[in-house]
């Protein structure tokens, strides 16, 4: 068995495929559970975010798992689509590979904190669903550790920006300075959440917030000083806004090229941007073309990201180094989940040779003396000892190879440890 992850990410897939595949908390148990269907997967583990999904499973054929995983999301994308954009990692590389998302080096802004928070909230979702075995379980958890150790011993996180301050920088860069204009904000979860803290950070005095439950919008208005705004008349908010913001869960646009082409005459000269950071997009792709309005998306954050990417990177080489080593610690201890349970096995099935041997030997001896059954008892536990102690060393040592389960296989095969437990008077060997 080895760890196996099948993804793609914005490094390798445009914004309309990654829409297209981005999991909900539904469709990623949907996905899981049906891959734990068949033989060829032990345990999965889904993360879907606004720039990557990825499935990672714990199964002895890679290539395997990478057809399983893409025909079942060939619903969403045509197989050809799906084969030139995503990656599949194996081993010590898909470890790696998690290791290096959960510690934003592989995030479109390095360092971006989000993902932390992202991954943990995927791995209480895949334990809630019983998804997760004891591989993948421990490696997750490693990763999180390993995530937050990078942030707390590199300066890898100083001024890196999550996709919601890189939308507030792209305004500014715009803008020149901030603190005369409006800003509308849609969406109140996390990411809107985000927003509104960046763009109070920046000098913005007035932020109008909507959501389709204006309770919601309320409760994120009053923490950053906003005003709440009713979803209803969004046409009024944005002629009253210079820059929108869009952040829903809506599976369809929110802000369409009609609403803007209505409200765009009553403002005058004045210039509207759009900063859509939501996945599936919020606003129609066509309001770009509309004079006077300006569009960006997620993947054209890509350009406020190079601005601070080599001090980013200077930092991140030092994380690297932290990655590599718990990486391959991770991998020492994954390779030790298969080796510990056959040594357990093994001492468990030379104890009832011993303890059947024993007893046979002592029936024999009819009435010995305490003394000689104590001697006797010692004597066969000594001899049992030393028996085991050169393959359990050896198989220990082996653990950290790649090849460690060939090794595992064969000593259980060899002493039958996954065959029923058998009559200890069967186990005895021939007078």
């Known amino acids: ?7 793609l990410s914005h490094k390798t897939a445009p914004l309309d495929l990654r829409e297209r595949l981005a999991l909900d908390e539904s469709d990623a148990r949907r996905l899981a559970i049906s891959l ?3 033989d060829a997967v032990a345990e999965v583990f889904t993360l879907s975010t606004c720039n990557r999904t990825e499935l990672y499973a714990c199964a002895d054929d890679p290539d395997a798992v990478r057809a399983l995983a893409l025909g079942e999301l060939s619903g969403r994308a045509t197989r050809e689509a ?16 998690l290791f ?9 802004v390095i360092g971006e904190a989000q993902i932390l928070a992202q991954l943990k909230s995927a791995y209480r979702l895949a334990a809630q669903n019983a998804t997760l075995g004891v591989v993948l379980d421990r490696l997750v958890r490693h990763a999180l550790e390993t995530g937050k150790r990078v942030r707390t011993q590199t300066g890898v996180g100083r001024g890196a920006v999550s996709v919601s301050s890189a939308a507030v920088a792209l305004a500014e860069r ?32 007035k932020i109008l917030i909507s959501n389709r439950t204006f309770e919601s919008s309320e409760h994120l208005a009053k923490r950053f000083g906003g005003q709440a705004v009713p979803w209803g008349a969004l046409e009024d908010h944005l002629r009253a806004a210079d820059i929108v913001i869009t952040s829903t869960a809506a599976p369809h646009y929110v802000v369409t090229r009609g609403e803007v082409e209505r409200i765009m005459p ?81 001492r468990a099935e030379v104890e009832r040779i011993r303890a059947a041997e024993l007893a046979r030997t002592l029936r024999r001896m009819g009435d010995a003396d305490e003394r000689a059954l104590q001697e006797a008892e010692a004597l066969s536990r ?18 950290a190879r790649d ?3 060939v090794y595992v296989h064969a000593v259980r095969q060899v002493f039958a440890l996954d065959e029923p437990v058998r009559d200890p008077e069967d186990l005895t060997v021939p007078d």
């Open 1 to 7: 068995m080895q760890v196996v992850c099948v993804g």
């Open 36 to 38: 734990l269907e068949h």
């Open 82 to 97: 799906l084969e030139q954009c995503a990656y599949t990692r194996a081993g010590r590389e898909a470890i790696l590979h």
């Open 100 to 108: 290096r998302v959960a510690s934003g080096l592989d995030s479109m």
């Open 174 to 205: 715009v803008f020149g300075t901030l603190d005369a204009c409006v800003a509308l904000v849609l969406g109140a979860g996390e990411t809107s959440e985000l927003t509104a803290t960046h763009l109070k950070s920046h000098g913005v005095k």
């Open 266 to 346: 009553s403002r005058g000269r004045r210039p509207l941007f759009f900063i859509d950071i939501a996945l599936p997009r919020d606003c129609d792709p066509a309001i770009g073309s509309i004079d006077g309005v300006h569009l960006y998306d997620i993947d054209d954050l890509h350009c406020v990201v190079e601005r601070n990417r080599e001090e980013r990177e200077r930092e991140a080489q030092a994380a690297e180094c932290i990655i590599g080593k718990e990486a391959e610690r991770a991998e020492a201890q994954i390779a030790g989940l298969e080796v510990v349970p056959t040594i357990v096995a093994l």
């Open 382 to 399: 000594r001899l049992a000892n030393k028996i085991l102690h050169l393959p359990a060393m050896r198989l220990t040592e082996l653990a």
């Open 403 to 405: 090849d460690a389960y």
